[in-house]
């Protein structure tokens, strides 16, 4: 069956550094556009970056543009992401997860594309 596990998230000072993994399992992973959505305590989903089942395409939230980086291991199996200059504001759950095939999916939109999410990893920004 199809699996995203993330991994990686934990209690970062602001300025900070994580690195993100999701570990894909059940399907070809390199078949599949795959996202990264975060929700924030009391608020909703939020997109934060999208890579094309290549890696060779990118697209990030302006919110985290030129501090986080998307990046993906296909023959592991594993979507990452990096995420540098951590701010409070940055604090969120972290999902990752996967854009179906057959629908339509909208660069930074949490749209119904996804037909598979993650359990998602905890990232705490505080001093």
């Known amino acids: 069956q199809v699996q995203l596990v993330e991994s990686g998230g934990g209690l970062v000072q602001p300025g900070g550094s994580l690195r993100l993994s999701c570990a894909a399992s059940g399907f070809t992973f390199s078949s599949y556009f795959m996202s990264w959505v975060r929700q924030a305590p009391g608020k909703g989903l939020e997109w934060v970056s999208d890579?094309?089942?290549?890696?060779?395409?990118?697209y990030y939230a302006a919110s985290v543009k030129g501090r986080f980086t998307i990046s993906r291991d296909n023959a592991k199996n594993t979507l990452y992401l990096q995420m540098n200059s951590l701010k409070p504001e940055d604090a969120a759950l972290y999902y990752c997860a996967r854009v179906s095939l057959t629908s339509p999916h909208i660069i930074g939109v949490v749209d119904d594309s996804y037909d598979y999410w993650g359990q998602g990893t905890q990232v705490t920004v505080s001093s």
């Open positions: 890579i094309n089942s290549g890696g060779g395409r990118t």
